[in-house]
C-alpha cells in the first residue's frame, strides 16, 4: 500500500466544486481498501467494467464515485454487492501499464451516497448525493478533536505498522473534518470498520465512532506488546542462563574445580550419596550426574539423565524394614487373619524359627495354588503383616511383554523399569513380601516370554544380580520375600515351578465354612454395611443353608456375596421400620435364621443332594477336579441293537474318550474273568453319557468309573451310587495314579457319599491330607478293576485267578 497523501484543496473552494460534480457519475468498485476524502491514493484498476467507468470520467469531468465491495473476494460485482456510501473523487492523472491495467491517481474530495442506479450496462453509475457535515463549534466537538487528536498520536506510537512523521503531518492540519479522516485513513483496521465512519453523516458522530476505533486499537495494541515483552524476557533469561552456565563450565575447567556447578546439582549428589549404594552403583550414578552437568538443559538427553538419576535415587539400596521374630506374635496374627490353612501357616512359622537362629536368610519363594476364594492373595497380605514388612503385589494376569519384568532400555523414549524396581519403589525397603498374583496367567507373543524373565527373579542363587534394562546395574533380591499365587499347577511352566515351593490350599470343607463365616464374613459385612451398631444375630442353620443351597464352590467368594445380599435387604428393612416408627422403645433384635435367608435370596440355586442315591443299572458315580475344587462325575452307560459301536458324549477330550475305548477293551479281554458273555459287543452299541453336556471334560481318571458302568450295563447288575471312585485305567485292568485327590475327597464329603475308591498309588498322598478331610470316609486303595466290584455290585464276587488256573 502506498503512502497517503493529503489533498491540497481548501474548504474556500469547496463551494465552486459542489457546482461542477454532476448528478450522476460512474462508480469504481475498489476491493480491500476505503477511500477519505482529502486523501490522494493510487488505485489499481484492472476489471473491464472500472477500466471504461475511469476512462468514461477522464474524458468527461474527471469526477469518480469511489464504492467498497462488500466481500472483496467478488469478481464480477453486483449493485447490491456495493456500500452506498462512498467518496467524490477526481482522477488526477491516469497511467496506463504494458498487462492491460490502468493505474489512476484520485484525489477524494467529499463524503457521499448512492441514491439510485441509472442502469448503465458498460460499467456502474448512480446519481449521488454529496454529504458535507456541519462543523458545532461547541465544548463538546472541541472536547472529542482533543481526545481523538491524543488517541491518534498514541495509536501511531504503539502501531508498528503507521510511520512516525504522520503525527507531524496530523500536526499540521486544523479543520475538523479534515483532521478525522487523515486519522480515519491511517487505521489498520478492517473494511467494515472504516465503512462504519462513512455511514455517519454528523461530524460529531463520525469523531465517536473514531474515538471509539481507536481505543479498541490501542487496547489490542498494548495487550500484543505486553505478551511480546513477555516472550522476549523469557527467551533472554533463558539465553542468558545458558551463557551464565556456559561460562561457569569453562571457569570450572580451567581451574580444574569439580564441585557442583548449582544447588541443584548439590543436591543430587547428596542423595547419591545418602542412598548408600554399592561402589559399582555410586560409580555409574556419579558418572551420570557428571553427563548431566555437561549436558545442556534444553537438551532432550538432560531429561532422560534426570529421569535416570531419580530413578537410581529413588529405588531402596540399603533402607531396611526390622523383622517381628517372636513365633507367637506371628502365629497369632495368622490364625486372627484366616482359618485353616495349616500347612502355609506353619511353613512361614518355620521361616521365622530359622531368622531367630542366623538373623539373615535367603529370600524364600513360596508358591501358593488352589481354586479362587481360598485366601491366597489375603494370606500373602497376611504374613507381611505378621513379619512388619511392607507388603507389595504386583499381578501377572495377562502380562505378555518380557519389558514389563525387566524394564525397556533408556534408548525408547518414554522409557521406564520394570514392574520389580517399580514395586521396590514402593516398597521404600529392600526386604519387602512381594506378592506374584496370577502366576499362572501370564502368556506370551512376539513381544517376548515374561516367564522366562521371571526365573531370574525367582531364583535365590541369581536374583542378588537382578539386572533391569533400565537402570543396567545389578540389583539385590535376596532379601525380598516373594509369595506366588496361582489357580492350576501345570500351568506354570516347569523351570518356574522348579525354583519354588508349591504349597497346596485346598478347597474349605463346610465346617470351614461356617468358622470363616462366623469369624471373619459376618463381621466385616456388618462394618460395610453400617449394622454393627444394631442387635444382629445371624443362625449358624442359615450359614448352612446358604453353604448348602445357595453356592457350589472351593472357596468363600460366593459365600461372601450372599451374606452381603441379606445384609443390603435387612438394611433397607431397618431403615423402613425405624422411618415409620418415630420413637421405638429399647434396641429391636433382628434374627437372621434359615426361613429368612430364603425369604431374602428366593430359590435355593443348588439342590441339596446333587446325585440320586440308590442302585441304577448302568450308572455309576466318579469323582473330577475342577479349578473352582472338585466335583462329582456322573457316568450314563446304555446298551442297544447296533453295529459294534462306541458312542461317546457329553463334550469329552482326546484323553478322555481313549480312557473309554481302553476300558470297554478291558471289559471285553477280562469278559470271562468278570463272568460277562465274551460276545457282549456283537451286533450292540455301547452309549456313554457324562452330564452335563454343556460343560467340556477331560483327563484319564475316570476311568475306572466308565469300566464299572460299561460292566453294570452289560450284566444289568445295579451300580450302588453311593460309592464314588477315581483312577486311570489300563488294559490290563490295572489302577494309576490321579492328582487332586483332596478336592475329589472334598466333593465327595460334601455330597454325603461315605464310600470312596481310590488307586493303590494315591495311597501315599492320605498322609498329608487332614483328618478333617478323612474323617467319616470309607476310603478304598484298589490296584485292579476286578477289586472294585464287591464294593460297587452288592452281592457279586469274582473267582480269583488261582482257582481259575486250578479249574485249567
Not at 540399603?318 to 495349616?342: P, T
Request: net charge positive; hydrophobic share 40%; aromatic share 6%.
Amino acid at each position: 500500500m502506498e503512502k497517503l497523501k493529503e489533498s491540497e484543496y481548501k474548504p474556500s473552494e469547496q463551494n465552486s466544486i459542489v457546482d461542477s460534480i454532476p448528478d450522476e457519475l460512474p462508480i469504481l468498485p475498489l476491493r480491500d481498501i476505503v477511500i477519505f476524502p482529502y486523501m490522494i491514493f493510487p488505485v489499481l484498476v484492472g476489471r473491464a467494467q472500472s477500466i471504461r467507468a475511469a476512462n468514461y470520467a477522464a474524458d468527461q469531468t474527471k469526477y469518480i464515485f469511489l464504492s467498497t465491495q462488500k466481500k472483496s473476494t467478488i469478481e464480477d460485482p453486483a449493485e447490491k454487492d456495493l456500500y452506498t456510501e462512498g467518496t467524490i473523487a477526481k482522477i488526477v492523472q491516469i497511467l496506463k501499464l504494458p498487462n492491460g491495467l490502468m493505474k489512476i491517481l484520485v484525489d477524494g474530495l467529499f463524503q457521499a451516497r448512492i441514491i439510485g442506479f441509472t442502469g448503465k450496462r458498460d460499467f456502474f453509475e448512480g446519481k449521488i448525493e454529496i454529504i458535507i457535515p456541519e462543523l458545532d463549534n461547541d465544548h463538546e466537538m472541541n472536547a472529542m478533536i482533543r481526545q481523538m487528536t491524543q488517541l491518534f498520536k498514541d495509536y501511531v506510537k504503539i502501531s508498528k505498522n503507521v510511520p512516525k512523521d504522520t503525527i507531524a503531518a496530523f500536526d499540521n492540519i486544523e479543520e475538523p473534518d479534515r483532521k478525522l479522516f487523515y486519522a480515519a485513513a491511517n487505521i489498520n483496521q478492517a473494511i467494515d470498520v472504516k465503512q462504519s465512519i462513512l455511514q455517519k453523516f454528523t461530524l460529531k458522530e463520525q469523531y465517536l465512532e473514531v474515538i471509539k476505533i481507536l481505543n479498541s486499537e490501542i487496547d489490542i495494541l498494548r495487550i500484543e506488546k505486553e505478551i511480546d515483552n513477555k516472550v522476549q524476557e523469557n527467551i533472554s533469561k533463558t539465553q542468558r542462563k545458558f551463557i551464565i552456565q556456559e561460562q561457569i563450565k569453562i571457569l570450572q575447567d580451567e581451574l580444574g574445580d569439580d564441585e557442583d556447578g548449582s544447588s541443584e546439582f548439590a543436591k543430587i549428589r547428596q542423595t547419591i550419596k545418602k542412598a548408600k549404594m554399592p561402589k559399582d552403583v555410586e560409580e555409574k550414578a556419579v558418572e551420570e550426574l557428571t553427563k548431566l552437568k555437561k549436558t545442556p538443559a534444553m537438551s532432550p538427553e538432560s531429561t532422560v539423565i534426570r529421569n535416570y538419576l531419580d530413578w537410581m535415587v529413588g529405588v531402596p539400596w540399603s533402607k531396611k524394614s526390622k523383622d517381628n521374630l517372636n513365633i507367637l506374635h506371628v502365629q497369632k496374627i495368622l490364625d486372627e487373619d484366616h482359618f485353616g490353612l495349616e500347612k502355609p501357616k506353619e511353613r512361614i512359622v518355620e521361616h521365622i524359627a530359622v531368622l531367630n537362629l542366623v538373623k539373615q536368610m535367603r529370600g524364600q519363594i513360596l508358591c501358593f495354588v488352589g481354586p479362587p476364594g481360598v485366601g491366597k492373595t489375603s494370606l500373602g497380605k497376611s504374613i507381611a503383616r505378621a513379619l512388619g514388612r511392607n507388603f507389595i503385589r504386583i499381578s501377572l494376569g495377562g502380562v505378555r511383554d518380557e519389558a514389563e519384568i525387566r524394564g525397556h532400555r533408556r534408548t525408547y523414549i518414554g522409557s521406564m523399569p520394570g514392574k520389580i524396581i517399580q514395586s521396590m519403589k514402593r516398597a521404600g525397603t529392600i526386604n519387602p513380601v512381594i506378592l506374584l498374583d496370577e502366576i499362572d496367567k501370564m502368556s506370551m507373543d512376539f513381544r517376548g516370554d515374561p516367564s522366562s524373565a521371571m526365573l531370574e527373579v525367582l531364583d535365590p542363587e541369581q536374583n542378588h544380580t537382578f539386572n533391569d534394562h533400565y537402570l543396567e546395574v545389578d540389583y539385590n533380591l535376596q532379601q525380598v520375600m516373594f509369595i506366588t499365587t496361582a489357580n492350576v499347577r501345570y500351568n506354570i511352566p516347569l523351570p518356574l515351578q522348579d525354583r519354588m515351593e508349591i504349597i497346596e490350599l485346598p478347597g474349605y470343607l463346610e465346617y470351614d465354612k461356617l468358622e470363616i463365616a462366623k469369624k471373619h464374613l459376618v463381621p466385616k459385612q456388618l462394618i460395610a454395611h453400617g449394622l454393627e451398631k444394631k442387635t444382629i444375630e445371624f443362625s449358624e442353620n442359615a450359614i448352612r443353608k446358604i453353604i448348602a443351597e445357595y453356592t457350589r464352590e472351593a472357596g468363600v467368594r460366593n459365600l461372601e456375596r450372599e451374606i452381603a445380599s441379606i445384609f443390603r435387604k435387612l438394611a433397607k428393612d431397618i431403615v423402613v421400620k425405624e422411618s415409620s416408627k418415630k420413637k421405638s422403645n429399647g434396641k429391636l433384635k433382628y434374627l437372621i435364621t434359615d426361613e429368612k435367608v430364603e425369604t431374602y435370596l428366593k430359590t435355593p440355586r443348588f439342590r441339596h443332594q446333587r446325585h440320586v442315591k440308590g442302585n441304577k443299572v448302568g450308572s455309576v458315580t466318579g469323582l473330577a477336579w475342577t479349578s473352582t475344587g472338585g466335583e462329582l462325575l456322573s457316568v450314563d452307560v446304555t446298551i442297544m441293537n447296533g453295529a459294534g459301536k462306541l458312542n461317546l458324549t457329553g463334550q469329552l477330550g482326546n484323553v478322555m474318550k481313549e480312557s473309554a475305548q481302553a476300558a470297554l477293551s478291558y471289559l471285553r479281554a477280562s469278559a470271562k474273568k468278570l463272568g460277562l458273555n465274551p460276545d457282549f459287543f456283537k451286533g450292540k452299541e455301547i452309549h456313554i453319557h457324562l452330564p452335563e453336556g454343556a460343560i467340556p471334560k477331560d483327563g484319564p481318571s475316570a476311568g475306572i468309573a466308565m469300566a464299572m458302568a460299561m460292566f453294570s450295563a452289560v450284566s444289568g447288575k445295579p451300580a450302588s451310587n453311593n460309592v464314588a471312585m477315581t483312577g486311570e485305567i489300563t488294559l490290563t485292568g490295572s489302577i494309576l495314579a490321579i492328582g487332586g485327590l483332596t478336592e475329589k475327597l472334598l466333593a465327595a464329603k460334601r455330597n454325603n457319599i461315605k464310600t470312596v475308591l481310590i488307586p493303590k498309588e494315591n495311597e501315599i498322598d492320605l498322609k498329608e491330607i487332614s483328618d478333617k478331610v478323612k474323617n467319616g470316609l470309607k476310603i478304598i486303595t484298589i490296584e485292579k478293576a476286578e477289586q472294585a466290584v464287591p464294593f460297587i455290585f452288592d452281592g457279586v464276587k469274582l473267582k480269583s485267578n488261582k482257582s481259575s488256573k486250578k479249574k485249567k
